[in-house]
């Protein structure tokens, strides 16, 4: 009854402006953040073309409920901007949909559950203990760059607790090449550009090859031996079907791992490269987390035990999420006409939505460009409504890797920032540059020794 009662749904409101052939692609080419913030500003649905194809910007924290939550049944992973990347990432998690996604998805989920972080963040501990070691006061180095290897690193060594050393090495240098690939054809989504015979594809093919192969060989080892439960690669390969018994095959756990492996890399790298430059900018914020962890560590080690009573340091990591979420766009293709709030979506349009904007929207966050992290204490943060803040995304493809991000995340920033001050080689705060994530310009950072202050007994 009251469907035939509600008004049907209206078309959206186109965006004036593109030009022919190429719509309003170089907008979100050249001026992406201003732009996504400007189709905000425009309203809760707004029809914006990328070359001649339409695509449907929803803006608001309860249409983006309703798409992610509500009625996730008729959207799926897809999109003029996704498909070619999927060519890279095969069928696991990030990719797949429908069936393939749900099942999968209940196999990997007890891999990463809160229970079993404090084992993975054991190849945390060490591997950025093992920076910190190679630093020395007053060099300046491609932080960003180190950083992004030691989250591989971490990752490698959680999912495969066995790795050899070759093995690691090899994954290292291959890594950068898949993480890449799927970023350069999110925003050049032209097939044939990927496979003419250039060198830089020749390369790219090369690499992949490798680290196909390496991971391919991990598996067999871990099929003929013993499974210790201890890293990933043993969860998924134990994981069983409750009604069917039956577990992944291969191929499946080869795609699910590189999934983890674009997924779970250079986002949290990106995060921890956000936190130090916002650091060397605000002494007021860098005062408060050295203040924290002086008082808590002692001087000792970071260990996961530490990190509940690390609660400024987590606001600091909530509001970096806020400002400069790594997935700043993310896309879905509906699989059937919607009503969003009152406007008509249609079958296979491409849907759009932007954390980042969604973070701005100075109605959800009071000045959304000061970073503020102690608009994240409980009593200030319960005014915060419930689906403006997703930069994990939210219901069945909310990020699998949440729990382990945050511990990661706050281990490597703990151990790093209670011996070391990172100073920016720019004047002021360092430009935002959104591609396939969200990331500081300037990578490179000074490096200042420092020793932890000992409260008085
Ligand atoms: C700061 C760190 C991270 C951020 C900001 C982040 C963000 C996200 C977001 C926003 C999504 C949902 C995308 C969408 O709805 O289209 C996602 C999905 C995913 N993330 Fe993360 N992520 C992070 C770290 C990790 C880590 C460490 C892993 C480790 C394996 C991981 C694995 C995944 C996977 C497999 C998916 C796909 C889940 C599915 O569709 O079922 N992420 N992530």
Not at 109 to 129: C, D, L, T
Not at 435 to 447: F, G, N, Q
Request: with cysteine; net charge neutral; glycine share 8%.
């Amino acid at each position: 009854m009251a469907d035939t009662l509600a008004p049907s749904p209206v078309p959206a409101r186109r965006l004036p402006g593109g030009v022919p052939l190429l719509g309003h692609a170089l907008h979100l080419v050249r001026r992406p953040l201003e732009f996504v913030e400007e189709l905000r500003d425009h309203g809760p649905v707004v029809v914006f073309r990328i070359g001649t194809r339409p695509a449907y910007m929803v803006s608001t924290g309860e249409l983006l409920k309703d798409i992610l939550i509500t009625h996730q049944s008729k959207f799926e992973k897809g999109g003029t901007l996704f498909d070619q990347a999927t060519k890279l990432l095969g069928n696991g998690l990030a990719a797949s949909n429908g069936e393939l996604h749900l099942r999968q998805r209940r196999l990997s989920q007890p891999a990463f559950h809160h229970g079993r972080m404090g084992i993975y963040a054991r190849a945390a501990i060490e591997s950025v203990e093992a920076v910190s070691a190679s630093w020395r006061d007053g060099q300046v180095r491609d932080v960003g760059r180190e950083l992004n290897g030691m989250t591989m690193e971490i990752l490698a060594r959680t999912l495969f607790s066995r790795l050899t050393p070759e093995a690691a090495a090899e994954i290292r240098a291959t890594l950068p090449a898949l993480v890449a690939g799927v970023g350069r054809r999110a925003f050049l989504p032209v097939d044939f550009v990927h496979s003419l015979p250039l060198p830089v594809n020749r390369r790219e093919a090369a690499d992949l090859r490798r680290l196909y192969e390496v991971v391919d060989g991990i598996i067999a080892d871990y099929r003929a031996g013993d499974l210790d439960q201890d890293d990933l690669l043993s969860m998924l390969m134990l994981a069983r079907d409750e009604q069917t018994g039956e577990g992944m095959s291969t191929q499946q756990i080869h795609d699910e791992i590189r999934s983890m492996m674009v997924a779970g890399t250079e986002t949290s790298a990106t995060l921890l490269l956000w936190a130090f430059q916002v650091l060397s900018t605000r002494p007021d914020v860098e005062r408060r987390v050295h203040a924290e962890l002086d008082e808590v560590l002692e001087g000792r080690p970071v260990t996961y035990a530490d990190l509940p009573r690390l609660p400024y340091m987590g606001r600091v990591i909530q509001e970096l999420l806020r400002m400069y979420p790594t997935g700043w766009i993310l896309t879905r293709r509906a699989t059937a006409e919607v009503d969003l709030g009152g406007y008509r979506v249609p079958e296979g349009a491409d849907v759009f939505f932007s954390p980042y904007a969604l973070h701005r929207d100075p109605e959800l966050f009071p000045e959304p460009d000061r970073f503020d992290p102690d608009r994240w204490l409980p009593e200030r943060a319960r005014s915060i409504p419930r689906h403006a803040y997703l930069p994990f995304g939210a219901g069945v493809r909310k990020c699998i890797g949440e729990s382990l991000a945050y511990a990661e995340i706050t281990i490597a920033f703990a151990a790093l920032a209670g011996r070391w001050r990172l100073r920016s080689v720019t004047d002021g705060p360092t430009r935002a540059v959104a591609r396939s994530t969200l990331r500081p310009k300037e990578s490179r950072m000074r490096l200042e020794a420092r020793r932890p202050q000992r409260t008085a007994p």
